[in-house]
């Protein structure tokens, strides 16, 4: 049974913490992806890397950073916790080269900043 | 600027009637569209996918049509189920670096009533 597993499905952050969310999964899959779900605004990707040490930007980076040390490990990284990024995050996988194919997704990490 | 747009935000049909489901975008690279569906408090789970150079693709209840020229695409779900009532995403794929982004739009939640 294929797998992404998101390491918490709640947290609490204070203001101006640095707050790490961890994603694994155990497909061997090269690409993984961050996004953010929020009402009325979709899923909106945050970032994305096809291979160990590789990323890219999505469509709103900013406030974020990415860490993939492992193939099957990625962390979205806020470096310094805003209200603003009170949201619902949620990491997928998907194999290279098949980009018609599923994205696996996790069951999500709701997130409040206080 | 969104690059898939689902401007429905909701959608209500009677158990046993047509589902139709709309999506539209403006990035012509884009290769690949695929629907995802999603339940409260989990992941999306995909649906299903069509090649930018087909028009149609079915799959048991679901088909996907793709009218490239217009840069629209549709999901039809028949006979619709109260079990589909969920959020339905539309998503594309284009290459990025070395990676393949996926973009989703700001989704469409169904309710099918019995």
């Known amino acids: 049974d294929v797998k992404v597993t998101q390491s918490s499905r709640y947290l609490v952050k204070r203001t101006g913490e640095k707050v790490f969310l961890e994603c694994v999964q155990d497909?061997?899959?090269?690409?993984m992806f961050w996004y953010r779900q929020d009402p009325g605004l979709g899923l909106r990707l945050i970032y994305f890397s096809y291979d160990v040490k590789m990323k890219e930007k999505g469509d709103i980076p900013e406030g974020y950073s990415v860490s993939r040390e492992k193939k099957e490990r990625f962390s979205l990284i806020l470096e310094s916790a805003s209200t603003n990024q009170t949201s619902m995050y949620l990491c997928?996988?998907?194999?290279?080269?098949?980009?018609?194919?599923?994205?696996?997704f996790g069951q999500g990490t709701r997130l409040t900043v206080v | 600027d969104q690059q898939v747009k689902q401007n429905s935000p909701s959608l209500s049909v009677q158990e046993g009637r047509i589902s139709i489901l709309n999506c539209d975008y403006t990035?012509?690279?884009?290769?690949?569209f695929l629907w995802y569906k999603k339940y409260p408090a989990e992941g999306p789970t995909f649906l299903i996918s069509?090649?930018?150079?087909?028009d149609k693709n079915e799959d048991g209840r679901f088909t996907v049509f793709l009218n490239k020229s217009a840069k629209h695409l549709s999901l039809h779900i028949v006979p619709s189920q109260p079990g589909d009532s969920a959020v339905y995403f539309c998503a594309a794929s284009a290459l990025q670096g070395g990676s393949e982004k996926l973009v989703f739009g700001k989704g469409t939640k169904l309710t099918v009533n019995p």
């Open positions: 497909m061997d899959h090269e690409n």
């Open positions: 069509i090649s930018s150079i087909k």
């Open positions: 990035n012509s690279m884009f290769d690949y």
């Open positions: 997928a996988s998907s194999l290279l080269g098949t980009p018609g194919t599923e994205a696996f």
